[in-house]
């Protein structure tokens, strides 16, 4: 990685860290390479002398972090305006008044400004209906259906929980009468079966058998 792009990284840092610290107006211009003075100038405004320390102590810590060190400061008691040089990046803090007093913007106006807040939402939506609609015209329904299959892409996966499953409760009939089927089972096997099959036809038989009619008796005279 080049040092330009190292210093890219440190300068958007520093805009970041001056956001966390609600400094307005931040912006990020890339001076060119011919340039001696810095490959990046950060200039951001604080509305008072407590919130332009406060951001340039965050400004120097978070870089600090990243083993970039201050090479020159000015303005350390300037309650108006304070630099940070970092050799490939310089840092203005200024209050409203002497940022447009000093006018900087208008001395970087023909530089490259440099995107350093993260996409919304709505332009990386409009790259996706670029990118689907590049080859072919798509119809309404269809394109919803390609960027939201895009942005589910983008999307962690979410993690999915196994619900176990809930214990059911086993009845005490059941138990009962599940108890009473072995034992019945356990009952019957103890029989012969042939003995069973024989008892039932008997039964049977005695059954269909019809009782004999009686004969009248003969009347004696």
């Known amino acids: 990685m080049t040092e330009k792009n190292e210093f890219k990284k440190l300068a958007l840092l520093a ?3 001056g956001s966390e610290k609600k400094a307005c107006d931040i912006e990020v211009y890339e001076l060119t390479e011919q340039s001696s003075l810095a490959f990046y100038v950060v200039v951001m405004t604080a509305e008072s ?23 020159y400061k000015d ?7 304070k630099v940070i040089d970092y ?14 007093f000093y006018a900087l913007d208008k001395v970087y106006h023909d530089f490259k400004k ?13 790259k996706i209906v670029k990118k689907v609609t590049v080859k072919k015209p ?24 196994v619900k176990k499953p809930a214990k ?3 009845k005490k009939t059941t138990v009962k009468k599940s108890i009473k089927k072995v034992v019945k089972k356990i009952a ?33 005279i």
């Open 15 to 17: 805009a970041n860290a």
């Open 49 to 71: 002398a407590p919130q332009m320390s406060a951001i340039e102590d965050a400004v120097s810590i978070q870089l600090k972090q990243k083993g970039s060190y201050i090479l």
């Open 75 to 81: 303005g350390p008691a300037s309650k108006k305006w």
């Open 87 to 100: 050799g490939g990046i310089i840092v203005h803090i200024f209050d409203p008044v002497s940022r447009e």
């Open 114 to 126: 440099v995107q350093w807040k993260k996409t919304p939402a709505k332009k990386i939506v409009e």
């Open 138 to 161: 798509v119809k309404k329904v269809a394109l919803k259906k390609a960027v939201k299959k895009e942005i589910v892409k983008k999307a962690p996966a979410k993690k999915t929980v």
């Open 168 to 170: 059911t409760a086993v």
């Open 188 to 220: 019957t096997k103890k029989k012969p079966v042939k003995k069973i099959v024989k008892k039932a036809v008997v039964k049977k038989k005695a059954v269909l058998k019809k009782p004999a009619k009686k004969k009248p008796a003969k009347k004696i």
